[in-house]
């Protein structure tokens, strides 16, 4: 797993999947730390080389800046994000004109053994979010509404640098990222924020990378073999119970 772009998919946030369909599965509601509400619409594709996306956009609001507003002033009193979410939806100040596409997840089943038993996750297979919900962690957070509905998500076999710290120091913190041999068909470790296993192995390969990529994961360690065999797998039921 090579921290390089698949040649495949476009960042273009203007461009969907191409694909001969697209039927829409359902369509669910985040709240960033931000107070920015965020909506995710899910859709299966046919005639496409992604088997699934994710569509994210930025709610607009009747009155700029208060669903952000609001939102402050209700986690400051308790509230839940979920129950945030129902209130703002309830008030009816959508501005669906002002809606902003920021983002989009691509991603396969992919199916693997967890022992003797064979299960099925998805696979992330390119996602683009616009930069200035990056530093939110939207990503991070997208994967996790992702893993909540499907139990399994799992890494690309081709990342960026960016793609490969996201899986180090933020879905490790959402809960445990087992490491995965899809030649031996089983997990070999469990990924540390150090981005490598506790046990040593290291997931991700220098294969293809500049020096100055290579600078930018230090002192995280590289494998000088191929990795592209190798994947990071979160599983729904090791969340953290204090993430």
Known sequence: MAPNFTSS??????????????????SFHYLTAEGDLLKITEYALTG??????SKIVALGC??????ADHAEFLRSHRFSDEHIIG???????????????IG?????????????????????RGVAIL??????????????????????????????????????????SIGEVRIYDTI?????????????GYNGIIPWSAEGLSQADIAKWEPRKLSMDS???IVNIISKDRIYNND
Request: net charge negative; aromatic share 12%; glycine share 8%.
């Open 184 to 196: 031996q068909k089983k997990f070999i470790d469990v990924l540390s924020k150090a981005g490598c």
């Open 62 to 67: 009747t009155t700029e800046g208060f669903y």
């Open 87 to 101: 209130e703002l939806l309830e008030l009816g100040m959508h501005a669906e004109e002002d809606d902003t596409l």
């Open 48 to 53: 496409s080389e992604f088997h699934y996306y």
């Open 9 to 26: 998919y476009s960042k273009d946030l203007n461009r969907k999947p191409e694909c001969e369909r697209e039927d829409e599965i359902e």
């Open 131 to 172: 930069d200035d919900y990056q530093a939110g962690g939207v990503a991070r957070n997208v994967y996790k509404c992702l893993l909540l509905k499907h139990e399994y998500i799992v890494c690309d076999n081709l990342q960026t640098i960016g793609g490969g710290s996201l899986w180090v120091s933020g879905m490790t």
């Open 104 to 124: 989009r997840v691509a991603y396969n089943d992919f199916t693997f053994f967890d022992g003797s038993v064979i299960k099925t996750g998805k696979q992330i």
């Open 227 to 229: 990795c592209h065999h």
